[in-house]
């Protein structure tokens, strides 16, 4: 065959540079970028080049756990979403780990807090490397492992 890896629908992937080592994600080839939660957003500039500050909750359906990141900002872009509402975001570049492959990926930042999944994994972000299979899921991680009750 192509020697590609193959996703399914949902695939588990880490943002070495966020410290976070597993978030779900939906492997979604009807979205051109990729998109992150983002639960708060605070622009900066740094040496006179454009950041972003923001956090996320990685852990689908909570929001005990935060992670606070920065990120230089690569564009800022009006993007469409299933729905039809247009919403201009920030756009940052950082890698993507699927098991042993980084990928580096650019990524909007938006708030998900209600949507099933806290990211997407867009077209462009596969393009050439991996290819999708919607009947299958988690391909290329295992899940993490499960957390006592105490931590």
């Known amino acids: 065959m192509s020697g590609k890896k193959t996703l399914g629908w949902r695939e588990w992937l880490a943002l070495p540079e966020f410290g976070i080592d597993y978030i779900k994600a939906k492997i979604d080839t009807g979205a051109r970028t990729s998109a992150l939660h983002a639960f708060y957003l605070?622009?900066?500039?740094?040496d006179g080049a454009p950041w972003v500050r923001f956090g996320i909750h990685p852990n689908q359906g909570s929001s005990r756990v935060e992670v606070h990141c920065e990120a230089p900002v690569i564009?800022?872009?009006?993007?469409?979403?299933?729905?039809?509402?247009?919403?201009?975001?920030?756009?940052?570049?950082?890698p993507v780990r699927l098991g042993e492959q980084s990928v580096e990926v650019e990524i909007t930042l938006t708030d998900r807090e209600n949507m099933r999944f806290r990211m997407?994994?867009?077209r462009t972000a596969m393009r050439?490397?991996?290819?999708?299979?919607p009947g299958l899921s988690y391909q290329i991680r295992?899940?993490?492992?499960?957390?006592?009750s105490g931590d």
């Open 42 to 46: 605070e622009p900066f500039d740094r």
């Open 75 to 94: 564009d800022r872009r009006t993007v469409t979403d299933s729905g039809g509402h247009r919403e201009e975001r920030y756009v940052i570049k950082t």
């Open 120 to 122: 997407l994994l867009g």
């Open 128 to 133: 050439g490397q991996f290819l999708v299979d």
């Open 142 to 148: 295992p899940r993490p492992p499960k957390k006592r």
